[in-house]
């Protein structure tokens, strides 16, 4: 993954990324933070936007994906902070800021490579499963499993982890030109099962992902388990 991003930017050094968080991306930062640490990964004129962001917490709260972006990555590349967009949890007004996201993004020219992760109930961003998927950015409820996933980044309390989040839509993520969707472990198996072979549901948010005509899955041996059957 980490040399699709550099090919990405090897050929527009002003590629825009789509960038997710979560425990799967962060070998991906690893090698990307030792490559902006050498020099040797210039990411001077590109722009970012981040998938998701919890909401009602600051920047500087240590769960927040502001503060994994600035750990992870961001602290360690050449980005402009003007061009490392997130979104602001800690807004007063949540839709202003959806529709604020979506026009920024729309500015930039829209997203040329959009990097995911997947969650075990087969979420993208925070697009969970449910009878319905929004299109655009938007305020989202996050399902107990989902705030048990992310409670590593809240001291491993999952009370602690937000309620709510926001998050780009299923038409945000589907506008992207391109598409690599990374899962690793076990646990993924079944997500990464559906999302590939599965019909499309709203149940298996990824499952959408198959609409996408440059759609790249990247995975390990455990997450790829359910792949051979169907
Ligand atoms: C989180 C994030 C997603 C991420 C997913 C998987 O809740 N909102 O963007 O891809 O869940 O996380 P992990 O990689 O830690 O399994």
Request: hydrophobic letters at 40%.
């Amino acid at each position: 993954m980490a040399r699709r991003v550099t090919e990405v930017l090897a050929a527009d050094a002003a590629a825009v990324l789509g960038l997710p968080t979560g425990r799967t991306p962060m070998p991906l930062y690893r090698l990307l933070a030792r490559l902006g640490d050498e020099g040797t990964l210039d990411f001077s004129q590109a722009t970012t936007f981040n998938l998701d962001e919890f909401l009602g917490i600051g920047p500087d709260h240590p769960g927040s994906y502001h503060a994994y972006m600035q750990q992870h990555l961001l602290s360690h590349v050449n980005l402009p902070s003007t061009r490392a967009h997130l979104l602001r949890g800690w807004t007063e007004d949540p839709e202003r800021e959806c529709a604020r996201y979506e026009a920024e993004i729309e500015d930039a020219g829209g997203i040329d490579l959009q990097l995911l992760g997947i969650g075990a109930n087969g979420h993208i961003g925070f697009n969970e499963p449910g009878p319905h998927l929004m299109a655009r950015t938007h305020r989202a409820s996050l399902r107990p499993g989902t705030r048990r996933a992310n409670a590593i980044f809240f001291g491993g309390d999952s009370d602690a982890v937000p309620k709510e989040a926001l998050s780009m839509g299923m038409g945000t993520i589907l506008k992207a030109r391109r598409i690599v969707l990374m899962a690793t472990g076990k646990s993924k198996a079944r997500a990464v099962q559906r999302t590939v072979h599965g019909s499309l549901t709203t149940r298996v948010p990824a499952s959408f992902l198959q609409l996408h005509r440059d759609v790249e899955l990247i995975c390990d041996h455990a997450a790829a388990a359910g792949l051979g059957t169907r």
